[in-house]
């Protein structure tokens, strides 16, 4: 049966040979079985992450957003404030403050303090004119971003696996690009209702080629940025007397030094001034400031000047306001520039509102690559005749679990404490599989599963409003509810359709009987 | 002269020669279309018109950019419907519609993040078309010349996948952070420039690793050379250190 096709073949000269093609796709096979889970709830944790600070203003709603950029007597009283109630919490040693930045999705006045020795530590939300006005506390946000970056983990570990997982994606990335001779035949191939694998095969390909630019920068940025430690860490060895903090500051700029003599704090509007006369327009978007109110102290200014994708470019000052030069994140060296390229480039953070939604669509695409790289594999057990059933049940478990265990874990985050949230968490992602396991197939375990989702979502949405609803100040709160709403619609609609064909057609096979 | 809809009195630029619209002329438009008044007689001098351009670039721009990028890959895709030599024009003018899509993103956003956005719309604007023109079709119908290459067989067991395991996973690993760190310490580079791209060799050199390792079915062949390039990348890496 296959003769003349692989006649017609032979005919053509290929530029990847057969054989080739064919040892690609098993490798690619085989490396995306192995870290499909993982794969998938990064991307997944990740799709949502892009929309991390709408998310926290979202659990905060009764903070107004601030829509404009801060002058520097503003941000000088938001830092006197905030230093004024970290040497109140005793944790005045290392602190934060991020203004707001549109084109990051970010427009709130956000002060952190901590003191890494102690472990005591502070977060707060801040007026426009520098007040203190609320402790910031978005804890499933936080929960969401963790998963996405160690996955809960101890830290170190935690980044290395994810770290390792973007590394097997971006493997994966070239190993489906080379495993695909009819790249350009099937460029715009998506055929659905026919053969389940030509179905999940169509999708999952031009998804990721058509996706190709984003995939490989999303994996690539996650994937150094989870490796940072260890990649340091051996340079560190090799060049800088296996001192990583004196390898990082090679990078990063300058880091305090350790002379504890108390100071007054920074002058930080001084030192925004000094910016903005060299460079009119710049922008305030962070201090951070290492060592806070000692001798040692050192700022690192964050002022973005349009026409960069990068977040801002970074200015260090002595606590006494000596220059230290800059970071050159927006015009300095490539390696500079590709430092500040990273963040941004891997949140979608550099376009506002319809970047994210553009990044969110990309994520999602990326998720769906996933899933149907293993249904693929499923699809193709099917076709030889050796279904796994299992297997399908499980995958599905896995695919239609996450989203169920990631709404659950809001409603936990709601209502209960948010030492509860992982639990919340694992115990629906868990529950999640044992539905699927008992379906009677991957078709019910699927739709089962997506109704509880979007059960899940709508009780979210109840929960929310129950709590919020008379103070929400901020109309994004609004935007996100809705959000939500319409993707339990989407969770519930295809699936209760579904249910509602296979009765149909379940009926005169009954008669039949 | 002035800009009627706003009332307010402007003069233009002495560089710049105007051309005014009689007051019969303006009382017609205005008649015709009070509430439009601002944008239909607000064109009463090259200035103001330049004035105006410069407002409305970067959202014209994008509007033209995202229009082309559409109006390109829906061209790609009659190309790719067609036959040679007749789809020939199709193609060549998919890619420069593209091409002129991202020229207008440059003078919108600036290169640096004219590419970023230009590639976001890119693949948003293929998404769209290949999913609005999706074939849909009865169950179970696939043509012999559908069919995929289908991955190598081959047999397999607990030790060798093991092995496999342990190469591209951990023997890549080192390969790959060997030479981005060989690279970091040692190439006549700025700091920053050695460091950060022999950095973002490691995920690339390690990916292509695993891709090479569990698609070679030849165990001890990656194993050396894995091992080969380590051996390199780690004494390139450490031998200053050394020798210092």
């Known amino acids: 049966m296959h003769a003349p096709l692989e006649k017609a073949r032979s005919r053509k000269r290929q530029f990847l040979p057969p054989q080739f093609v064919r040892a690609m796709l098993a490798g690619h096979s085989a490396l995306g079985l192995a870290f499909a889970a993982l794969i998938y709830i990064v991307c997944i944790t990740g799709t949502v992450s892009v929309f991390m600070f709408e998310l926290q203003r979202w659990e905060q709603p009764d903070i107004a957003p601030i829509d404009r950029p801060l002058t520097a007597d503003e941000v000088g009283a938001a830092i006197n404030a905030g230093y004024a109630q970290a040497v109140a919490d ?24 901590h003191d890494h020795e102690t472990g005591a530590e502070g977060s707060w939300l801040a007026s426009p004119s520098g007040e203190l006005i609320a402790r910031a506390h978005a804890p499933w946000t936080e929960f969401v971003t963790e998963l996405h970056t160690s996955l809960h983990l101890p830290r170190t570990w935690g980044f290395f696996l994810v770290g390792l997982t973007g590394v097997a994606l971006l493997s994966s990335l070239i190993s489906g ?76 700029g300058p880091r305090a030094s350790a002379d504890e003599t108390p100071a007054p704090a920074p002058d930080v509007p001084a030192m925004m001034r000094s910016v903005e006369m060299r460079l009119p327009g710049a922008q305030f978007t962070s ?33 006494d306001g000596t220059p230290l030069g800059d970071g050159g994140l927006e015009s300095g060296g490539i390696g500079q520039r590709i430092l500040g390229l990273l963040q941004p480039l891997h949140f979608g953070w550099f376009g506002g509102l319809p970047i994210k939604l553009a990044y969110g669509l990309l994520g999602l695409a990326l998720s769906v690559i996933t899933f149907t790289g293993v249904t693929i594999w499923l699809a193709r057990k099917r076709d030889k005749g050796t279904p796994v059933p299992r297997w399908e049940k499980f995958w599905m478990g896995i695919g239609w679990g996450q989203p169920f265990a990631l709404a659950a874990s809001a409603i936990a985050a709601l209502y209960g404490s948010p030492a509860i949230i992982l639990y919340a968490y694992l115990a629906t992602a868990t529950l999640a599989l044992l539905v699927a396991m008992i379906a009677a197939d991957m078709h019910a375990a699927g739709r089962v599963l997506r109704l509880a989702c979007a059960v899940a979502l709508v009780f979210l949405i109840v929960v929310y409003l129950t709590v919020w609803a008379a103070r929400i100040v901020d109309p994004l709160a609004w935007a996100l509810t809705a959000v939500l709403a319409f993707i339990a619609m989407l969770m519930a609609i295809p699936a209760l359709k579904r249910a509602e064909a296979r009765a149909s057609m379940l009926v005169p096979a009954a008669t039949e009987g | 002269m002035v800009v009627r809809g706003t009332g307010v009195a402007r003069s233009p630029p002495q560089k710049y020669h105007t051309r005014t619209v009689d007051n019969a002329t303006s009382a017609r438009i205005v008649a015709a279309a009070p509430n439009r008044a601002p944008l239909g007689l607000i064109f009463t001098g090259e200035a103001r018109a330049l004035e105006l351009l410069e407002t409305y670039l970067v959202p014209l721009a994008t509007a033209a950019g995202v229009l082309l990028f559409v109006c390109g890959v829906a061209l790609l895709r009659l190309s790719w419907l067609g036959k040679r030599p007749g789809n020939v024009p199709y193609l060549i003018s998919g890619w420069m519609l593209i091409a002129g899509a991202f020229w207008a993103f440059f003078r919108a956003w600036d290169v640096e993040v004219g590419v970023a956005y230009g590639l976001i719309v890119l693949a948003l604007a293929a998404y769209g078309i290949i999913i609005l023109r999706r074939e849909i079709r009865v169950p179970k119908v696939q043509r012999a010349r559908e069919a995929a290459l289908e991955p190598e067989e081959r ?29 970091a310490v040692a190439m006549p580079l700025a700091t920053h420039d050695r460091i950060v791209v022999g950095g973002l060799l490691v995920p690339v050199l390690w990916g292509a690793g695993m891709a090479w390792t569990l698609s070679d079915s030849k165990l001890l062949r990656a194993t050396l050379l894995l ?16 020798l210092a």
């Open chain 1, 287 to 319: 201090a951070r400031i290492d060592h806070i109110g000692e001798a040692g102290q050192v700022v690192h200014l964050g002022m973005r000047s349009p026409g960069h994708l990068a977040l801002a470019n970074t200015y260090y000052f002595k606590g």
């Open chain 2, 155 to 183: 047999p397999t067991n607990w030790p060798r996948a093991i092995a496999k395991a342990l190469l591209s996973i951990v023997l890549a690993g080192i390969a790959a952070i060997g030479v981005g760190v060989a690279f």
């Open chain 1, 90 to 113: 005793k944790a005045a040693h290392d602190m934060f403050v991020m203004g707001p930045s549109p084109r990051a999705g970010h427009n709130r006045l956000m002060i952190n303090y």
């Open chain 2, 227 to 242: 091992v080969g390039i380590s051996a390199v990348g780690y004494a390139v890496a450490f031998l200053p250190k050394v």
């Open chain 1, 177 to 252: 690009i080379l495993s695909h001779p009819r790249i350009l035949k099937d460029a715009f191939y998506l055929r659905r209702g026919g053969s389940w694998r030509l179905q999940e095969a169509d999708l999952h390909n031009r998804l990721g080629v058509w996706g190709l630019p984003f995939h490989f920068v999303v994996s690539l940025s996650g994937a150094l940025l989870g490796l940072s430690v260890l990649i340091v860490g051996v340079l560190a060895l090799a060049a800088y007397d296996g001192d990583s903090e004196k390898a990082f500051a090679a990078i990063l």
